[in-house]
């Protein structure tokens, strides 16, 4: 299994980016996916998750109202839209995948990094002021 992220770069306050991430080696349509970032000496924080069909999103409460998560399951990506940049959303975002369907149905789990089976390699957005 192999999930690339891509799309991240610098940008000032206010501008907008999109995320891509390019799933392999798995049937999208089983695996709800999430993106979590980690600024430097932070821990992984929670960002966004889909449900497999897509039908399901769920926001972090600091991306709320700023950021879109969609899947396109025939390409086999999620994305994520990111509009309204502030210079606290500077991090790494990592894309990840899980296969349990019961995650999904508990907010808890939904959050939380170690629910998710696999991991994207990450990408950077900077976010200047």
């Known amino acids: 299994v192999q999930l690339q992220a891509s799309g991240g770069g610098l940008v000032q306050a206010g501008g907008s980016l999109r995320l891509s991430c390019v799933a392999s080696?798995?049937?999208?349509?089983?695996?709800?996916m999430g993106w979590f970032r980690q600024a430097p000496g932070k821990e992984r924080e929670f960002v966004a998750a889909?449900?497999?069909?897509?039908?399901?999103?769920y926001y972090g409460d600091s991306v709320k109202g700023r950021f879109t998560i969609s899947r396109d399951n025939a390409q086999n990506t999620v994305y994520l839209q990111m509009n309204n940049l502030k210079p606290e959303d500077t991090a790494v975002y990592y894309c990840?995948?899980?296969?349990?369907?019961?995650?999904?149905?508990?907010?808890?789990?939904?959050?939380?990094?170690?629910?998710?089976?696999?991991w994207g390699q990450g990408t950077l957005v900077t976010v200047s002021s």
């Open positions: 889909v449900s497999w069909t897509g039908g399901g999103t």
């Open positions: 990840s995948a899980d296969g349990d369907r019961g995650t999904w149905f508990s907010r808890l789990a939904r959050v939380t990094p170690s629910s998710y089976d696999y």
């Open positions: 080696g798995l049937t999208p349509s089983s695996y709800s």
